[in-house]
């Protein structure tokens, strides 16, 4: 089953405690975003990757790191992570670029995150 | 980067009803898509409507582009409570963008 897998999918840690959240998609897609979701405010697309090795900031990148060493793997790192970083987060992935004609994101089933 | 916005808010409907919502943007579009999210769950593609169209259908689902206007509206026909959900309008800039800006969504409610 093609699908995008998030773990863990709930998360509640303390403020500065460096946490992964892992994204792994079987669909062979080149192109892979992560996204906040926060009441009121949206999805807002913290980084993307284009390949492996290829990353570049999205709109709301302060606090995050991301890493693609494997075509199927896109981990998102909050190393010292602290209250306003606590959202629901979403991993994408696609074929094609977003200004593609045939785009579809295929996303994850979310992490829903907690800093306190 | 300028986000869509969706209208309205929140939309409550008897089954059977048709169902309207509506995104509005700020800047071009190379295309338009709109997507589907039950309660904390992940989005799901519905469709894609490309610039230089203006409009498109999938089953019950009817989407309207007026670039003129920046805006595009969502149609669900005949509407069933399984269609109760949130939905997302989300478009990106350039044939080469690598990025997609979300609006924040219209929460759809489907009465039986």
């Known amino acids: 089953e093609a699908q995008v897998t998030q773990n863990p999918r709930y998360l509640i840690t303390v403020t500065g405690k460096k946490l992964t959240v892992t994204c792994s998609q079987n669909?062979?897609?080149?192109?892979m975003s992560w996204y906040r979701q926060d009441p009121g405010l949206g999805l807002r697309q913290i980084y993307y990757?284009?390949?492996?090795?290829?990353?570049d900031k999205g709109d709301v990148p302060e606090g995050y790191k991301v890493s693609r060493k494997e075509k199927r793997n896109f981990p998102l790192i909050l190393e010292s992570p602290s209250p306003n970083q606590t959202s629901l987060y979403f991993c994408?992935?696609?074929?094609?670029?977003?200004?593609?004609?045939?785009?579809?994101?295929?996303f994850g089933p979310g992490t829903r995150l907690t800093v306190l | 980067s300028q986000q869509g916005e969706e209208d309205p808010q929140a939309l409550s409907i008897q089954e059977g009803e048709n169902a309207t919502m509506n995104c509005s943007y700020k800047?071009?579009?190379?295309?338009l898509q709109w997507y589907r999210q039950n309660s904390g769950r992940g989005l799901v593609h519905l469709i894609l409507?490309?610039?230089?169209?203006r409009e498109k259908h999938s089953g019950r689902l009817r989407v309207t582009l007026d670039t003129s206007k920046k805006s595009s509206s969502l149609l669900i026909t005949a509407s069933r409570a399984a269609d109760t959900a949130s939905y997302f309008c989300?478009?990106?800039?350039?044939?080469?963008?690598?990025?997609?800006?979300f609006g924040k969504g219209t929460k759809l409610s489907v009465i039986p």
């Open positions: 994408a992935s696609s074929s094609v670029p977003a200004g593609d004609s045939y785009n579809e994101q295929f």
């Open positions: 990757s284009m390949n492996v090795e290829v990353t």
């Open positions: 409507i490309r610039s230089n169209e």
């Open positions: 989300a478009r990106s800039q350039g044939a080469g963008s690598y990025q997609l800006t």
């Open positions: 669909m062979n897609h080149e192109y």
């Open positions: 800047t071009s579009i190379n295309n």
